[in-house]
């Protein structure tokens, strides 16, 4: 098991008293990391030491704010490429299928787009099968990681230390598109209930259609392994 995508599987997780009392153990995890610089090591520490200590509704009230009401940084992965159309739907089918292949089974309400769930599954999976999912998401990472910095959010150090694990550089292009939605006030409500209500939903069974960059990372993953991985319970498990 990749610990430390496991790690910021949990990092990334609603904060919990059960989270919190984990956080020295994902702390030591992160940083032994050799495949992450200094640098972006030393970055994660504030976030790390914040949900080791923090008043733990301080951290879900910041939680929520960050993630849950706006959609520019949103966990769904899918969303910053599809909104709410049919198209995400026919992806998430194909995500489900293939975690299910692979004997994944993850314990979450939460949708198969959410990173930390994905972050989950990929902690199962060889090492360049990670960095292949995740090039696909560079751009989404990137522009996540530069919302936070301007929100001046300790949150912003896990999708550094995410593009880095890519090894690739993201599409500047693509960054640049994502970035150029528009952001809404989380404290807005009149305004969140507007931004809620344009995107029609319609999800549906069309895997195929949509963003090709969707579509490569799941052709990608739905390629036939040589071993598959059942799910992995903990940080320390091996």
């Known amino acids: 098991m990749d610990r430390s995508l496991k790690a910021i599987s949990l990092v990334l997780s609603y904060p919990t008293r059960e989270l919190q009392q984990a956080m020295p153990e994902i702390g030591a995890v992160l940083a032994s990391d050799s495949r992450l610089t200094a640098a972006a090591r030393r970055d994660l520490r504030p976030l790390v030491d914040a949900l080791g200590a923090q008043d733990i509704y301080d951290l879900e009230e910041r939680y929520v704010l960050l993630f849950d009401r706006s959609r520019t940084l949103s966990l769904n992965l899918f969303e910053h490429v599809h909104g709410e159309s049919r198209d995400r739907g026919g992806a998430m089918v194909s995500l489900v299928e293939m975690y299910r292949e692979a004997g994944f089974d993850p314990v979450s309400s939460e949708l198969p787009d959410h990173l930390p769930v994905l972050l989950e599954f990929l902690s199962t999976r060889p090492y360049a099968e990670v960095q292949d999912t995740l090039a696909d998401a560079a751009h989404i990472l990137e522009a996540l990681s530069e919302r936070l910095v301007r929100r001046e959010s300790p949150y912003a150090a896990v999708f550094a230390a995410l593009l880095q694990l890519t090894g690739v550089e993201a599409d500047k292009a693509a960054v640049a598109e994502l970035l150029e939605q528009p952001e809404v006030d989380p404290n807005d409500l009149d305004a969140l209930d507007e931004i809620w209500e344009e995107s029609e939903v319609r999800f549906g069974p069309d895997p ?27 940080v320390a498990a091996e």
């Open 208 to 234: 195929n259609a949509g963003c090709p960059q969707v579509r490569d990372m799941l052709s990608r993953m739905d390629e036939p392994k040589s071993d598959t991985a059942a799910r992995a319970p903990g």
